[in-house]
């Protein structure tokens, strides 16, 4: 049973959501929250599997309460009547992003994404399939330097060499082991051992010098974890 908190400062936009979820087998709405600071006090008490947030909200908005969720952190679904939010919506980690008035088909479309794996974790990939030209080539997953979506493709480079894959970097992240791959922004995954040194930019932003002379943006959003990371591994 996926049990699950709505968030919304519109009673009626969470009644709706409430009727959609009652015709969803399987799942458990366990609260409601009408802005921000209650949704942040809904999670710490209640421990839902996944938020159906609402951006706009008084007190703070979705994103605020997105980032600021405690561990272990319940999955996102946001849902909104705006569609500007969307990058940094997935630059939280969001399972989905859903426009208002939200279908019942991609609501539980969401879900089936957010529902917790019912089967064991995959080993991490030791190598990865890329294309150079007309062929395949193996790369083993040590050689790897970094990752950028660009164009609707994956990226990935080597210490002198680059390929064009299928996966996106969320697939990737799922098949890597977090131990030695770290997402900087939306759009770039690193090998953490890549790293030669990191510079803070203006807003809260920063950028990562690789070893390879590549450099690249760390988003507002991961440059303290990113700090965090390389001080004290992963967690």
Request: aromatic residues 6%; hydrophobic residues 45%.
């Amino acid at each position: 049973m996926t049990r699950i908190l709505i968030v919304d400062d519109e009673q009626p936009a969470r009644a709706r959501l409430r009727r959609l979820l009652d015709a969803i087998p399987n799942v458990e709405v366990c609260g409601e929250a009408a802005d921000g600071p209650s949704a942040l006090a809904q999670v710490k008490a209640l421990h839902p599997d996944v938020v159906l947030l609402d951006i706009e909200m008084p007190g703070c908005s979705g994103t605020e309460v997105a980032a600021s969720l405690p561990e272990p952190r319940p999955r996102v679904v946001f849902c909104t009547a705006f569609d500007r939010y969307a990058v940094e919506a997935f630059d939280l980690n969001a399972v989905d992003y859903l426009l208002k008035p939200v279908s019942r088909d991609r609501l539980e479309a969401a879900l089936r994404k957010a529902a917790p794996a019912a089967a064991p974790a995959l080993p991490h990939a030791q190598r990865l399939l890329a294309r150079a030209g007309e062929r395949y080539v193996v790369i083993p997953v040590q050689d790897i330097v970094a990752f950028l979506s660009e164009a609707g493709l994956t990226r990935l480079f080597t210490r002198d060499k680059d390929y064009w894959m299928d996966p996106t970097l969320n697939d990737l992240e799922t098949r890597l082991d977090p131990a030695h791959f770290f997402r900087i922004s939306r759009s770039a995954l690193i090998r953490i051992d890549e790293v030669r040194e990191v510079a803070p930019m203006p807003g809260g932003s920063g950028e990562v010098a690789l070893k390879s002379g590549r450099r690249l943006e760390v988003s507002r959003r991961r440059f303290r974890d990113l700090l965090d990371r390389l001080e004290f591994g992963p967690r």
